[in-house]
């Protein structure tokens, strides 16, 4: 098994920064790729960002490609998202996700494409 503990969360004004950390326990050779997501109140679950444990590769969002940027530690197993530029509309539960697949980027924007799940942080951007 794989545990994954977010944090880093808050209330930031517009304009602002946050940087999310996601530490991964257990099994964790295991995990191929890290990602992103958030859900906003009454919205699905989306995807945010993700990369690859090894080689350090990454994929966006549009939403927010060129404001957030995703990282990883291999020793500290720790995966991050630095957050600028932050609008209202990025306020969310954000959940950091670890899977063993090595499908396409493109796959990897769905919720189902995840074993693992942290417990979610909360961000907060006010106007």
């Known amino acids: 098994q794989v545990q994954l503990v977010e944090s880093g969360g808050g209330l930031v004004q517009a304009g602002g920064s946050l940087r999310l950390s996601c530490a991964a326990s257990g099994r964790t050779f295991s995990i191929y790729r890290m990602g992103w997501f958030r859900q906003a109140p009454g919205k699905e679950r989306e995807f945010v960002a993700a990369v690859a444990w090894s080689g350090g590769s990454t994929y966006y969002a549009d939403s927010v490609k060129d404001r957030f940027t995703i990282s990883r530690d291999n020793a500290k197993n720790t995966v991050y998202l630095q957050m600028n530029s932050l609008k209202p509309e990025d306020t969310a539960v954000y959940y950091c996700?670890?899977?063993?697949?090595?499908?396409?980027?493109?796959?990897?924007?769905?919720?189902?494409?995840?074993?693992?799940w942290g417990q979610g942080t909360q961000v907060t951007v006010s106007s």
């Open positions: 996700a670890g899977t063993s697949s090595s499908a396409w980027w493109e796959n990897l924007r769905s919720v189902g494409a995840y074993e693992y």
